[in-house]
């Protein structure tokens, strides 16, 4: 069965730094989603990503963040000047279509010391 | 604010029993509800996905319910296994424009033991 996949697994930083968080969506689904977990809190909306733009974005979504598709495999999710609170699981999730389920990836988490 | 509430909060119950876990939302515009399970350490993943026209939808063990009027929904497992230990998540979405965008509850930890 298709499956989302991310790399790495498991990023470490410095504050101050940018990352990269790499994803592969389901070779056929056309829409795509970053979301990132802090430890023991709930699972929050980053972005939404959709014929090569964004289509929508949440409040933690500020300029330190931005999101690529650079070629037609991959999406990106960079965090410009790491800070100590980026410290998070990092879930990418593609769909087929806007209203289908969205499979998730089984996340980056990213560490900032 | 969109919002989605769950509880209990946590639940211990003994292999072989049955539970009931609660959700309550506030989405709008609402789009369709969907209850997911994850894993420690790992991505959610779905396990039923209802619309608004929809009052009980099961997969397996798992039967959810949905009331559009008082905005609740429900998720039963049946016969609990170990392997279910997880955290259940309530998960609404709100379509806008181009976007779907999910609200996730804070989840329902679920330890079966023996």
């Known amino acids: 069965e298709p499956e989302v996949t991310q790399t790495p697994s498991h990023q470490v930083t410095q504050m101050g730094q940018e990352v990269i968080l790499r994803c592969v969506p389901i070779?056929?689904?056309?829409?795509f989603y970053w979301y990132r977990q802090i430890l023991g809190q709930k699972v929050e909306f980053l972005v939404s990503?959709?014929?090569?733009?964004?289509?929508?974005k949440s409040e933690i979504f500020d300029d330190q963040f931005s999101v690529e598709r650079p070629d037609g495999s991959n999406f990106t999710l960079k965090i410009r000047s790491t800070k100590l609170e980026d410290s998070a699981m990092y879930f990418c999730?593609?769909?087929?279509?806007?209203?289908?389920?969205?499979?998730f990836g089984p996340g980056t988490r990213l560490t900032v010391l | 604010k969109n919002q989605v509430e769950q509880s209990p909060q946590s639940l211990i119950i003994l292999e072989g029993k049955n539970c009931t876990l609660q959700?309550?939302?506030?989405?709008?515009?609402?789009?369709?509800l969907r209850w997911y399970k994850q894993d420690t350490g790992r991505g959610p993943v779905s396990l039923t996905i209802?619309?608004?026209?929809?009052n009980t939808k099961s997969n397996g063990r798992y039967t959810a319910t949905l009331d559009a009027d008082t905005k609740q929904s429900s998720l039963h497992i049946t016969a609990s296994q170990l392997s279910d230990s997880a955290s259940y998540i309530c998960?609404?979405?709100?379509?806008?424009?181009?976007?779907?965008?999910?609200?996730f509850g804070t989840g329902t930890r679920l330890q079966v033991t023996l």
């Open positions: 070779s056929n689904h056309l829409y």
């Open positions: 998960v609404v979405s709100a379509v806008s424009g181009t976007a779907s965008k999910l609200t």
């Open positions: 990503f959709y014929n090569n733009e964004i289509s929508e």
């Open positions: 209802m619309t608004f026209s929809e």
């Open positions: 999730a593609s769909s087929e279509s806007r209203g289908d389920t969205q499979y």
């Open positions: 959700c309550n939302y506030t989405v709008s515009p609402f789009s369709n």
